[in-house]
């Protein structure tokens, strides 16, 4: 089985009057709903099994596209109208193809508000709607300088909420300003999510915290020489203690780094060859976010970029069974529900 660990909503475009109506209103948008018909909603459903299908996969995890997601918004009830807009959908959509989908729920983070106010809609999409996990940003200011990193403390009653209920954390960077886009973002971001985690106690607080970092871990498993030589640094007393005890001097960084999880969203063969030997095919999940921003034509191979499937079964130092953890044991491993709501392929 392929499951597509990292895949957004294909989302009609009826819906986002909701989101122009809430901005534009200054909060007086009384009670007023998405208006996304029944028949909108299976024209992109269907739509995008047609693009799972063209290429081999069977089952796509979904879940928000993140910089749509308002996180910088001033007005929490708008973000949290919103985010639970977007996860009904999710839900609606798995309604319609209940064997090719699961859901990723959006958070209803906001910059500069305590991470608490997400507690309710995370209940509610994991205990009611039945998702998997979580997308969580790491920067809910979108760029503004607010919100501290994944290894402060503002994050642990994320953390301990998310350990108690199993659910696992996806990592994905959203919207930003400044001298970046997007894109640019996401792969800063998830950076920064690595090395700041790797400098704190969180894994030592939550040894059973999953998170998994989007679009094969930013830059850290490419510059992972930089890395070494800080941890290096604090072993053999070069420099400050970068943490609050001497635990974390005893691992390495790639032992640090294995405490992660990582998707396969790299759009070429050289760069996933050197994921899957720094940190391991048994600590990847197969992801494409197809369809996105890898889904241009490579004119060499006549593909799109974003169809990894060939690209990983080609890699001659993987054995089957590490493509077999790769496409679909991995998946199952760290979205354990996945295990309690699996069926069968639809015909």
């Known amino acids: 089985m392929i499951i597509d660990a990292h895949a957004h909503l294909l989302t009609p475009a009826s819906f986002f009057g909701f989101r ?8 007086l ?3 007023s709903r998405p208006s996304t018909t029944d028949a909108e909603l299976k024209a992109a459903a269907d739509r995008n099994v047609a693009i799972m299908d063209a290429v081999g996969t069977d089952m796509q995890l979904i879940s928000p596209r993140p910089f749509m997601l308002m996180h910088s918004h001033p007005r929490v009830r708008d973000v949290q109208k919103w985010v639970a807009a977007n996860n009904d959908l999710i839900a609606r959509t798995i309604e319609l193809h209940p064997t090719r989908f699961r859901g990723v729920a959006g958070l209803p983070q906001v910059g500069g508000q305590p991470v608490e106010v997400v507690f309710d809609e995370l209940d509610r999409a994991i205990d009611e709607l039945g998702f998997v996990g979580v997308l969580l940003n790491s920067d809910p200011g979108e760029g503004d300088g607010r919100t501290p990193t994944l290894g402060d403390e503002y994050w642990y009653p994320l953390y301990e909420r998310l350990v108690a209920k199993d659910v696992p954390a996806h990592i994905h960077g959203a919207s930003c300003y400044g001298r970046e886009n997007y894109s640019e973002h996401f792969i800063s ?9 790797s400098r704190s ?3 030592r607080d ?7 970092i989007s679009h094969g871990g930013g830059a850290i498993p490419y510059q992972i020489g930089r890395w070494r030589a800080e941890r290096f640094g604090v072993r053999v007393g070069e420099r400050d203690q970068a943490r609050s005890d001497d635990d974390g001097a ?10 992660f999880w990582f998707d396969t969203v790299l759009y070429n063969k050289e760069s996933l060859e050197l994921l899957f030997k720094i940190v391991g095919p048994d600590r990847c999940l197969f992801g494409t976010e197809r369809p996105g921003s890898g889904s241009a034509i490579d004119p060499k191979t006549g593909r799109s970029l974003d169809d990894l499937r060939p690209v990983i079964e080609e890699i001659s130092f993987l054995s089957p069974a ?3 953890a790769i496409f679909e044991g991995n998946a199952r491993t760290f979205y354990s529900r996945l295990n309690e709501t699996m069926g069968t392929k639809e015909n």
């Open 322 to 324: 590490d493509k077999t």
């Open 206 to 212: 939550f040894p059973n915290l999953k998170l998994m």
């Open 201 to 203: 106690n969180v894994f």
């Open 20 to 27: 122009s109506m809430l901005q534009v209103s200054n909060g």
């Open 250 to 259: 005893k691992e390495t960084f790639d032992e640090t780094l294995r405490r």
């Open 189 to 197: 971001e998830e950076s920064l999510a690595i090395t700041s985690l």
């Open 29 to 31: 948008h009384g009670r």
